[in-house]
T-cell receptor, first 109, second 113 residues
């Protein structure tokens, strides 16, 4: 079967750095997405990785290792508005997205 | 551009009732999707469409139907509502397949009692 694993919840302090991990086992791989979802709102796109390595976009970076079936999202200089759920999703061999359950990130002052 | 719009935002149904969730996008996207999201769970794909007149089942299609008569609209029909269909429903669209960013509507929160 296809499976994506993320921690259920993480807590971090405002101004700090946090790394959210995602491991996946899917039938084929055509890229990995990270989405942000604030409570009661729709998911919004953060990043897309299809090749190994680190993609940096402002305070957010995303890393991919295809051989390990592993990705992480790195958030720097945390702000209170970063409190949200972060969803990992993999595009499989049928070009459909398989979604993880999401990681709820709690930021404390 | 309004992006992806969904109506209604909230709805309460009685068991056995039917309803249609509306979804419209104005980005001229070919691909459209319907997901449901249960508390603490990931998004589950119900149905998707790769263009007008073409629809296909996703992971959890039972109890639902869709149609795609135009590029813009992708309504989701619930027949004979059941408590198991209590969920938040999201419509999304993308220009091409799942290698492309998906843009989501604001969601419909449905409760079946």
């Amino acid at each position: 079967g296809q499976n994506i694993d993320q921690p259920t919840e993480m807590t971090a302090t405002e101004g700090a750095i946090v790394q959210i991990n995602c491991t996946y086992q899917t039938s084929g791989f055509n890229g990995l997405f990270w989405y942000q979802q604030h409570a009661g709102e729709a998911p919004t796109f953060l990043s897309y990785n299809v090749l190994d390595g680190l993609e940096e976009k402002g305070r957010f970076s995303s890393f991919l290792s295809r051989s390990k079936g592993y990705s992480y999202l790195l958030l720097k200089e945390l702000q209170m508005k970063d409190s949200a759920s972060y969803l990992c999703a993999v595009s499989d061999s049928n070009y459909q997205l398989i979604w993880g359950a999401g990681t709820k990130l709690i930021i404390k002052p | 551009n309004a992006g992806v719009t969904q109506t209604p935002k909230f709805r309460i149904l009685k068991i056995g009732q039917s309803m249609t969730l509306q979804c419209t996008q104005d980005m001229n996207h070919n691909y459209m999707y319907w997901y449901r999201q249960d508390p603490g769970m990931g998004l589950k794909l119900i149905y998707y469409s790769v263009g007008a007149g073409i629809t296909d089942k996703g992971e959890v299609p039972n109890g639902y139907n869709v149609s795609r008569s135009t590029t813009e609209d992708f309504p989701l029909r619930l027949e004979l509502a059941a408590p198991s269909q209590t969920s938040v429903y999201f419509c999304a669209s993308s220009y091409r397949d799942a290698r492309d960013t998906q843009y989501f509507g604001p969601g419909t929160r449905l409760t079946v009692l």
